[in-house]
């Protein structure tokens, strides 16, 4: 890997750690959609396995409730494996096309977060067993064809009505098992292999360094004010990836 290419990737992962220690989320939406804009979205996603995990399993961890947590969410966690791996060719064998999905899946995250539908979504009781396994299938199929983990889980789970630090959590939960799926993914295609492995644990440097930096900057900036160009931007660069995929 030349010098600039490894400068690139290093700042690709210390921003997607920033806006992560900002928001709580976000990380691997948004180095993935800046890798792939140097990288197939394929290696993209072996190079995020080591830096989302280790945050994910850190935020995991930090929550009040993990077997609350488990008990309610199983079938959704279950659910994203198996979409996962039964959609697994997907982001490996589909090229340009992996390009333009992914672009689609950061328009429709950048789009949900704008039009603010997590604060008008309810989901009634009654209608979480059976579609919390949907969500969760849908979530892997997503993972699968584009590397981004966060569609539809994270406004499910916004919807759910958690506390803030149980909601927390439950992304954390989402976001590890989703990483978990995809790394299997990744190496039975032989994209996730030591070599990656590595300059995946090396990336994992600079998403710490930004998360820090994002968590100690959150207390200093408006919250909604940051997410806004946050979105705004995450939109631009969906819309850039998916004309580059149809291209």
């Known amino acids: 890997m030349s010098s600039t290419f490894i400068i690139a990737a290093a700042a690709a992962f210390f ?5 992560k220690g900002v928001t709580g989320l976000g990380l691997p939406t948004v ?24 945050t994910n399993i850190w935020q995991l961890a930090a929550g009040p409730s993990i077997r609350a ?11 994203i494996c198996l979409g996962t791996w039964s959609a697994g060719g997907l982001l490996v064998a589909s090229g340009a096309r992996a390009l333009a999905w992914l ?18 979504l309810r989901v009634p009781a009654r209608l979480e067993p059976w579609l919390s396994p949907v969500i969760g299938g849908a979530t892997g199929v997503v993972t699968a064809a584009t ?46 292999h030591m070599s990656v492995a590595g300059a995946s644990t090396m990336a994992l440097v600079p998403a710490l360094c930004g998360m820090f930096a994002g968590q100690w900057v959150r207390g200093r900036l408006k919250p909604a004010v940051f997410r806004m160009c946050f979105l705004v931007a995450m939109l631009m660069l969906g819309l850039e990836l998916a004309w580059r995929g149809v291209g």
């Open 15 to 19: 921003l997607a750690g920033f806006v």
């Open 31 to 54: 180095a993935i959609g800046l890798l792939s804009l140097v990288m197939a979205p394929a290696q993209a996603a072996a190079l995020l396995v080591v830096p989302t995990l280790v």
């Open 69 to 79: 947590l488990l008990r309610r969410l199983w079938p959704m966690m279950v659910a």
């Open 103 to 120: 672009g689609l899946a950061l328009i429709v995250y950048a789009a949900i977060g704008l039009l603010r539908l997590r604060l008008r």
């Open 147 to 192: 590397g981004v983990l966060t569609i539809p889980a994270v406004p499910y789970l916004q919807a759910l009505g958690l506390e803030q630090d149980d909601l927390v959590q439950a992304l954390g939960l989402s976001f590890t098992v989703s990483t978990v799926a995809l790394a299997v993914v990744l190496t039975r295609a032989d994209a996730f």
